[in-house]
């Protein structure tokens, strides 16, 4: 019969002895397929052919060339193989210690006497082994071995309950951008550092009395007795983790809430090693973070601010301001487009940043409520401002990577536009460069669906994604905007230009605009246009503007227009 076709359980029956062989496989073929080796040699060789099929060994123990207790000591050796449950089959009572030691699960004496018996013993054994093998891989990571998330909170919650005088810090560990490594280094290069770090804190938690699991990820959590040196503990945890990749440095983050209160969820004590964790997240000069009480307060007031979201844009609490983007290369500066930006005028905590509030919404997967809300009152501006002034002015939004994976994106925005009666060419779309380098293939595909829409694509913070050359000319994109760092330090012939011209460079061979942003003085205003910059917006020319002072921009452009062609006019 063909191995696929084959419903039964398989056993390998190792016996010297024809009439025990024959006896065992009267027993077992009405419910099992039995495969028989007649000595201690055979049976290896059967068992390296079949060890991923096989659910039992019943094994004699005294046979020729080699004997069971060698068979038991070569199958505990072996990762795979020590799986798999052993019988013995002896009538040699003072050999049951010894061969328990070697991993046998149980034992039938000879002569076999009792059928019923030896039946029962051989299902309790194989039941026993697939129970513990479902169990194994519901509790532990498939890649790494540690324990899944649910597991490990259940195993840190019972081990409080068993040794409750201890006190006990819970730690989240996490890669900076471990993205860049699979994206850069191949997945394969990602998993074998996710493995290294896994049998570090593995080995830690042993050695300690503590208990490691994974998050997710490339997130790890740990739950040790108090009292750890872990500037130490990091930098054991990091050991040998550049010579997986070529040198290249892995940088990790580690967050600690410190004497736990167990009157806390095991998962909320995490939830604070995560605060403290994240509030490092991008950082490569800080690699541990220490739950206080500042943090305590931040928590708080995210908290509130994440309650408070649905009704700020309920109550349009939430304002739209613009920074004015200015076209260079003509004979005149004149106003191109804008940027929205947000601010949350709160009825009780004031006028917050967006600092204040973005990256909790993108963290919490609540930016896409207020993306659309932005997405809306700006599209209905600018209809307004082409009735009121004859004059289409772009404006950029942001489109988060929380908003790439929202299903229908393309017709949700497109449906936006069309409501309040503008083209999808005046809503420009910025997307970040990280963005882009996070789930390439995913956000190149929207992206594309969007420009067939008619939609122009920014990409914003060009030059801080690490988008290799090879990628970004690939990219769907018709804007590249320079991110302010390399528009701040800008000197003739300093480093920092030449990256700028290189930008330039890179921007006119994909033939796309360029928009640099946080200019704020003439020097570097000149820099830039001569340079062949198209566009720049900072506070050079305004700072970002309420829709009353933005629109005193578009009435002093509207005058120098009308200015232009009255002089035109005059001199024909």
């Not at 998330?149 to 195993?155: A, I, K, L, Q, W």
């Not at 601010?343 to 204040?356: A, F, K, N, V």
């Not at 006119?508 to 246009?529: I, N, P």
């Amino acid at each position: 019969m063909d191995e696929q076709l084959s419903l039964k359980r398989r056993i390998l029956l190792v016996e010297d002895e024809p009439i025990n062989r024959k006896i065992l496989e009267n027993i077992i073929n009405h419910d099992y397929e039995a495969i028989v080796a007649r000595d201690g040699v055979e049976a290896i060789e059967l068992i390296r052919e079949h060890s991923d099929k096989l659910s039992l060994v019943l094994l004699d123990l005294m046979m020729p060339d080699m004997n069971g207790f060698e068979v038991l000591q070569f199958m505990k050796d072996d990762k795979v193989l020590k799986q798999i449950p052993i019988i013995v089959c002896t009538a040699e009572k003072d050999c049951e210690v010894k061969c328990f030691q070697l991993g046998a699960a149980d034992f039938i004496t000879k002569p076999y006497t009792h059928p019923a018996v030896i039946k029962a013993r051989i299902d309790r054994a194989i039941e026993y082994r697939e129970g513990r093998g479902l169990i194994h891989a519901t509790q532990n990571d498939s890649l790494t071995g540690l324990l899944t998330h649910d597991f490990f909170m259940e195993y840190s919650h019972f081990r409080d309950l068993h040794y409750n005088n201890n006190n006990m810090d819970a730690i989240v560990l996490n890669i900076n951008r471990f993205h860049l490594i699979n994206e850069l280094q191949g997945r394969r290069a990602g998993d074998d550092v996710l493995i290294k770090i896994a049998d570090s804190i593995k080995r830690i938690a042993k050695e300690n009395g503590g208990i490691a699991g994974r998050g997710g990820a490339d997130e790890f959590m740990i739950y040790l007795p108090s009292g750890m040196e872990y500037n130490n503990l990091l930098k054991d945890i990091g050991s040998g983790l550049e010579d997986l990749l070529n040198n290249s440095r892995v940088y990790l983050r580690m967050g600690i809430y410190k004497n736990v209160n167990k009157e806390l969820s095991v998962e909320h004590r995490f939830d604070k090693a995560r605060t403290a964790c994240n509030s490092i997240r991008g950082s490569y000069n800080t690699h541990m973070a220490v739950y206080d009480e500042e943090m305590h307060e931040k928590e708080t007031l995210n908290e509130r601010l994440i309650n408070d979201m649905v009704a700020g844009i309920k109550d349009h609490q939430f304002k739209i301001f613009y920074q004015p983007k200015y076209a260079i290369q003509g004979e005149r500066d004149s106003l191109y487009s804008a940027e929205a930006l947000v601010r949350w005028e709160h009825p009780e905590l004031g006028l917050l940043r967006p600092d204040t509030f973005i990256p909790l919404f993108e963290d919490n997967g609540l930016i896409h409520k207020l993306d659309h809300y932005v997405w809306d009152e700006v599209s209905k501006q600018i209809g307004e401002w082409m009735v009121k002034y004859d004059l289409k002015i772009p404006v950029s939004v942001n489109v988060s990577r929380v908003d790439i994976g929202a299903p229908n994106l393309e017709e949700e925005i497109f449906t936006v536009v069309q409501n309040n009666w503008i083209s999808p060419g005046m809503l420009n779309l910025e997307i970040t460069e990280s963005a882009y380098t996070e789930n390439s293939e995913q956000i190149i595909n929207v992206v594309k669906g969007l420009r067939d829409r008619g939609f122009a694509i920014e990409m914003d913070d060009f030059g801080t994604g690490y988008s290799s050359l090879n990628m970004i000319t690939s990219l769907p994109i018709d804007i590249l905007k320079l991110d302010m760092q390399f528009v701040k330090n800008i000197k003739e012939g300093n480093k920092e230009m030449k990256m700028v011209e290189l930008m330039m460079d890179v921007a006119r061979s994909l033939k796309v605009k360029v928009v640099a942003e946080g200019v704020e003085t003439k020097e570097q205003y000149d820099l830039l246009k001569k340079a062949g910059c198209d566009v720049i917006q900072g506070f050079y020319f305004s700072m970002p503007c309420a829709t009353g002072e933005f629109e005193k921009l578009i009435e002093k452009e509207n005058k120098e227009l009308e200015d232009e062609v009255n002089a035109a006019l005059a001199a024909m």
